[in-house]
């Protein structure tokens, strides 16, 4: 099966919205990763949550897990008023979190290998439209990945 037919739509923001809204949208969704997308609605980055929560640790409990013991946990509005200053490309991670697309015709083998070795729990799929245009289908998803790898194939429903 293709990276077209695997991909689904999946919620985005840009770096120019609050990193509140984008911990709304990773909240109020479930979502595994941050999707951050451009002006044109093309993958800028794709962040594990995981990777967003070590945003907010401070860095001496990053450094020295003994000190994370001793530190209080920052009261709620305080880490929120924080956060609506900043912008969503202010807050992320600054590297290793630019998206690896794959084409529509990727297979689901290679998608989980983007998967696995980016570290990321899914993958913008993305078409070039002529020589000057994409667009982003959807993103493929690991649960997807895994779904299709490893259903029986005689099952009507592989997605």
Same mark, same amino acid.
């Given at each position: 099966?293709?990276a077209r037919d695997l991909a689904? &739509?999946?919620?985005?923001v840009t770096?120019?919205?609050? $990193?509140?809204?984008?911990i709304?949208? !990773?909240?109020e969704?479930s979502? &595994?990763a941050? /999707?951050?997308v451009d002006?044109r609605g093309?993958p800028?980055a794709v962040?594990?949550?995981s990777? /967003?929560?070590?945003?907010?640790v401070p860095?001496? $409990? !990053?450094?020295?897990? /003994?000190?994370?013991?001793? /530190?209080?946990d920052e &009261? =709620?509005?305080r !880490?929120a008023?924080?956060?609506?200053?900043q +912008?969503v490309?202010?807050?992320?991670p600054?590297?290793?979190f630019g998206?690896?697309?794959?084409?529509p015709d990727? +297979?689901? %083998?290679?998608?989980?290998?983007?998967?696995?070795?980016?570290?990321?729990? !899914?993958v913008?799929?993305?078409e070039?439209v002529?020589d000057?245009?994409?667009?982003m289908l959807? @993103?493929?998803? %690991?649960?997807a @990945?895994?779904?299709y790898l490893?259903? &029986?194939?005689? =099952?009507?429903?592989?997605?």
């Open positions: 099966m293709s689904t &739509p999946y919620p985005s770096t120019d919205e609050s $990193a509140n809204a984008a709304r949208l !990773l909240t969704h979502l &595994p941050l /999707l951050v002006g093309m800028y962040v594990p949550v990777q /967003l929560v070590r945003q907010l860095e001496p $409990a !990053l450094d020295d897990p /003994l000190r994370a013991a001793v /530190l209080r &009261p =709620s509005e !880490l008023a924080g956060l609506e200053e +912008t490309g202010d807050w992320l600054r590297r290793g998206p690896r697309c794959v084409g990727a +297979t689901a %083998a290679q998608i989980a290998a983007v998967m696995a070795r980016r570290r990321i729990p !899914l913008p799929v993305v070039q002529d000057k245009e994409a667009r959807g @993103v493929v998803s %690991a649960t @990945v895994m779904r490893i259903t &029986p194939s005689d =099952s009507a429903d592989r997605r």
